[in-house]
């Protein structure tokens, strides 16, 4: 191993294999520009990835003060130095020459350029206004799982303090809140319980409606270093589609989409019925046993079967393999989170956990995973629908001692109701009571559900929109202000990942033109705004990433996500940290529950729950009555009929998600060469089956339709199930002709032009996956296939009728050539694993 490789056609690059309870070795991967070498390079500067959770740690090569490369951190605990494809060529964007350079206000109905001075002016001169006429509640903030931690904090406390709005929310809203919420169900509060290193020790992995090597391909890189070494991990993968996961693994079920709660239903009925449970640890650890037992009594697999169209054979098969794990890890994301019952299914599988007794030991744990890379990031700061430090709203403790932390009167704190979420916030801007919205680092206008509504929203003469991000996006041209912001590389702050680990990125080199750091704009909006504590001081008082990070940490101590213990200069050099790391536990924690569940007691849980049907919050009283004593819950849910099923007119399900080559709306990740040519377009995947059915191609243009509008794509024919349509959601406008969307009467091409507004009644998440859809031929192809990669679970199927020999191979040439150093033992870096 080692050498020059194509990271576009082999993606995970070349295998590193280790035992079980062995270490990761050590593989550096590096790419650097216009074939420049190491000896180019002026400077190394510090950071991680900003375009997935795995949160990759890598050095930013600078020459004459630009960015012109990266590569892997050996040392850092997560990626052992290598990197994913998104990671190399990502960073080509910050250079693109379409970057917004000066702020734009809106002027007789165009955007034109302007100065900070009067963008902000407009935008403090508004919230007054605003702030004078209808009150707190008329503005709301809708950000990111982009920027970092101090800017997610800093925009916390101007929205709840400083404004006083209950309108805050993240992006990560569609991405992992359903994550959050099934933590908070089960262990009464946020945290993922394992961490990346579990992967090293399980024997046994599970993977959800989590489709790895496309989402988190370092993770993927050390799954298959592990089936490459001794005693490797058995498989277990549910997904529709024909991933590469599912193509490794010993047990494979691709139920029908919104099928889920019914699916897990079935294995914990398996895992009741032929008693692997264990006893000891339920006694201990958990409440609500009896209960889930009585109702997964009659969830045979027979019964799943018919409501998943899966075998119940291959149920049963699959409940053995979970039953009989010594080690099980488990990973939940999107066929998961953005599905029918997304709370209730996620829940089931740490109810798995808890009852198998695998959580808080080496290869025991459960990953309930994080798509974007700060949105660990917006969970803990509260910029995401929930309060700091992970209090709870319903506790007056809790809101007392946040108030404390910003010297602000409890009362200017609003808790008198949950925060606003995501889709509330939208449907609060149609209906006209939110009259300014604030967009920073996210495209609504491409990564809503049902399009057409929420560019409505969003042009609206009375809606006050401000977008501050990197490019002209499909939103930014629907706005009042554009603020041109700096992003990674040309700012410093932290983030945190999915497995809890915080990584410092430094700034590498300036913005182009004017564009600031977000936290720059947010603490002149507090200093235009003249925002003050009970005192009459600022009430932003820190002017910097740093000084921001450390006021960060008082408001996070003592709270499940303390950071008291992690400085600027301990992440400098090293690795990074895992939450909490305090005096107690002051190198980090890998693991969290490895003494019991901690953080569910009645005093201190970030929540008391939620009706896994309705949604209706818990009270105070009956938490306490339920789960005294503040251990994990095993909370049951039936499973009920997804809202939207086929029918004559629509007869297919739809399905969106991601491929591995782009970021969200491709934003940077349709600037970067390598990325963009691996999948310039939209298309769509369909079985052999039904394309026979129907007569359909590979190549065909062909048109996806539901009740709520259309797109059209070229077919691509793969191993997905029957009956089922799968199209990615990262395609919008901003490189067509008209940059936002499709023109009057003409399908688009974004795959939310059909998805449905309707979310998840617990975690409130949007459905993305479960739509009922028709297919339609538009016009034949010309003998080229559909833009989709082949090295992906979008690969073609073998042997359809005209498609292998058309799809052309996917591959990056010339200029997607990466180096490969290593295999090295970790050792060699004084890797240190806490
Ligand atoms: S692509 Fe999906 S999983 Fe990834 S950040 Fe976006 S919403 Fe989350």
Same mark, same amino acid.
């Given at each position: ?20 309870? +062995? ?361 995401? +629908? ?126 182009? +033109? ?115 004593? +503040? ?204």
């Amino acid at each position: 191993m080692g050498g020059h490789v194509d990271r576009i056609a082999e993606p995970w690059g070349g295998r590193t294999p280790y035992a079980r309870g +062995g270490t990761w070795p050590v593989r550096v991967d590096t790419y650097l520009a216009d074939g420049l070498d190491q000896a180019a390079v002026q400077r190394w500067v510090q950071s991680a990835s900003i375009l997935h959770s795995d949160g990759d740690a890598m050095d930013v090569a600078v020459r004459d003060g630009r960015i012109v490369g990266v590569r892997g951190r050996a040392v850092d605990r997560v990626n052992h130095g290598r990197l994913g494809p998104k990671d190399l060529f990502g960073w080509q964007a910050n250079a693109s020459p379409d970057r917004l350079t000066r702020p734009l206000v809106r002027e007789g109905g165009r955007l034109v350029e302007s100065d900070w001075d009067t963008a902000m002016g407009r935008i403090a001169g508004r919230t007054r206004q605003l702030l004078e006429e209808r009150g707190p509640g008329s503005i709301g903030f809708y950000t990111s799982g982009q920027l970092f931690l101090e800017e997610y904090y800093t925009l916390a406390v101007i929205a709840r303090a400083g404004i006083g709005t209950h309108h805050l929310d993240g992006n990560t809203r569609l991405c992992t809140s359903t994550a959050a919420e099934a933590l908070k169900e089960s262990f009464g509060c946020d945290g993922q319980p394992g961490t990346y290193d579990d992967i090293d020790h399980a024997d046994t992995i599970a993977l959800f409606g989590h489709n790895i090597a496309e989402t988190q391909p370092v993770q993927w890189m050390r799954v298959l270093d592990r089936l490459d070494g001794a005693d490797p991990p058995r498989l277990v993968c549910v997904d529709p589609r024909p991933t590469r996961v599912a193509r490794l693994a010993d047990v494979h079920l691709a139920p029908r989409v919104g099928t889920n709660a019914a699916l897990l239903n079935a294995l914990l009925h398996e895992i009741v019925r032929t008693d692997r449970v264990d006893h000891a640890y339920v006694a201990a650890h958990t409440v609500g046993y009896e209960e889930l037992a009585r109702r997964v009594a009659g969830t045979t697999p027979e019964w799943a079967a018919r409501i998943c169209d899966v075998p119940a054979a291959r149920i049963r098969e699959a409940a053995e393999v979970l039953g009989t794990a010594a080690r099980l890890l488990s990973t939940v994301l999107q066929g998961v989170y953005q599905s029918h019952q997304a709370t209730a299914a996620a829940v089931q599988i740490n109810n798995l956990h808890l009852l198998r007794g695998m959580l808080g030991r080496p290869g025991a744990g459960v990953l309930q995973m994080n798509g974007q890379p700060t949105a660990q990031n917006t969970r803990e700061c509260g910029a995401d +629908g929930d309060l700091p430090g992970f209090r709870n709203w319903q506790n007056d403790q809790h809101v007392a001692d946040l108030a404390r932390v910003w010297n602000v009167d409890p009362s200017a704190i609003p808790h008198h109701g949950p925060p606003t979420h995501a889709m509330q916030m939208f449907r609060y801007a149609e209906q006209g009571t939110v009259r300014m919205l604030w967009i920073s680092g996210t495209n609504p206008a491409v990564s809503l559900p049902e399009l057409r509504r929420i560019r409505s929203v969003l042009a609206q003469d009375r809606l006050f929109v401000v977008v501050q991000d990197l490019f002209p996006t499909e939103t930014a041209r629907l706005a009042d202000v554009v603020l041109p912001a700096a992003t990674w590389g040309e700012k410093t702050g932290t983030f945190t990942n999915a497995d809890r680990t915080v990584h410092l990125s430094d700034k590498a080199v300036d913005p182009p +033109g004017e564009a600031r750091a977000d936290l720059d704009v947010f603490l002149d909006y507090a200093a235009r705004m003249d925002f003050r504590d009970k005192d009459g001081g600022p009430l932003v008082d820190w002017h910097d990433p740093e000084s921001a990070f450390e006021a960060w940490k008082r408001c996070s101590a003592g709270r499940p996500c303390d950071y008291t213990g992690i400085t600027y200069e301990g992440l400098r050099g090293g690795s990074g940290i895992q939450w909490p790391c305090h005096t107690g536990a002051p190198r980090g924690t890998p693991r969290l529950y490895t003494d019991g569940v901690t953080w569910a007691a009645p005093d201190v849980c970030e929540t008391y729950g939620k009706d896994l049907v309705t949604g209706a919050a818990t009270e105070a009283v009956e938490y306490r009555a339920l789960n005294p004593d +503040g251990k994990a819950m095993l909370k049951a849910a039936d499973y009920l009929p997804p809202h939207e099923e086929p029918d004559e007119r629509y007869p297919f399900q739809l399905t969106t998600g991601r491929t591995l080559y782009h970021f969200h709306t491709r934003t940077k990740t349709g600037r970067a060469p390598q990325l963009d040519g691996a999948a310039p377009d939209v298309w769509v995947e369909a079985s052999a089956a039904d394309a026979a059915a129907h007569g359909l191609a590979e190549g065909d243009l062909v048109q996806v339709a539901t009740a709520r509008g259309a797109l059209r794509g070229r077919l691509r024919i793969t191993a997905i199930r029957p009956g089922l349509l799968f199209v990615p959601f990262h395609y919008g406008y901003w490189d067509t002709p008209s940059g936002q969307g499709p023109a009057e009467g003409v399908p688009g091409r974004a795959a939310n032009e059909a998805t449905v507004t309707d979310w998840d009644p617990v975690s409130k998440q949007p459905l993305f996956k479960t739509a009922a859809a028709a297919l339609t031929l538009v016009e034949r192809g010309d003998g080229t296939a559909a833009p989709a990669p082949t090295t992906t679970a979008s690969a073609p199927v073998d042997g359809a009728p005209g498609t292998a020999p058309r799809a052309r191979t996917t591959v990056g040439g010339p200029s997607a050539y990466v180096t490969e150093s290593g295999p090295l033992p970790w050792d060699e870096y004084g890797g240190d694993r806490a």
